[in-house]
């Protein structure tokens, strides 16, 4: 969907190239031209892999999350499970195996709600969220070696007042969580 008004603003790319390349990232330098003639130099892009991210909700109506370091913030935040898409894995997928990699819970009932794109001043990738109903704990989580997860849960009638508190503060997971209840309290009588 298209808001009134909007104009095409692309600028035209003269000249790109990669940088730096380790997985997942790529760093890409480009020189552009905006429509109205302005020269863009050294515009850096970070292209990453999508990334799938879970809002899961247990049949007691209670929201999973994990709490983690983040070394780029240097802060432990407050997240929906999310993770990097595989090359060439599908985001459903995605989502389950990130779901219970970090969790150790499986969502039975896992539905797409929306994409939105996660930083596009300067990168590529957009995150998939994906709503799991009926999850369930399975006992067996297998987080990536990095990653030291500690799984939450918590109840779903109060989940916005974690945002509110600043508890968290994700961009990503903001934009989740506010998406799943607008669409929850939609869905529901």
Not at 2 to 8: D, E
Request: charged share 25%.
């Amino acid at each position: 969907m298209r808001y009134k008004g909007f104009l095409s603003k692309h600028w035209t790319v003269l000249a790109s190239r990669i940088i730096f390349e380790g997985h997942p990232h790529r760093l890409r330098l480009d020189t552009c031209r905006t429509p109205d003639g302005v020269a863009v130099t050294d515009y850096f892009v970070r292209e990453v892999n999508d990334v799938a991210m879970v809002f899961a909700l247990t049949p007691d109506e209670r929201v999973v999350l994990v709490r983690q370091y983040r070394h780029a913030a240097g802060v432990e935040t407050l997240e929906l499970p999310q993770g990097l898409l595989d090359a060439g894995e599908e985001f459903m997928a995605a989502g389950a195996r990130e779901l219970l990699e970090e969790t150790g819970y499986a969502a039975p009932r896992l539905t797409k709600l929306t994409d939105f794109l996660s930083n596009p001043a300067v990168q590529t990738n957009r995150v998939h969220l994906l709503l799991g109903l009926d999850a369930a704990d399975t006992g067996t989580r297998s987080p990536d070696p990095e990653e030291d997860l500690d799984v939450l849960l918590h109840p779903l009638a109060d989940i916005d007042l974690l945002i509110e508190s600043g508890e968290i503060r994700s961009g990503s997971s903001v934009a989740g969580i506010l998406f799943a209840l607008r669409h929850l309290a939609r869905s529901r009588p």
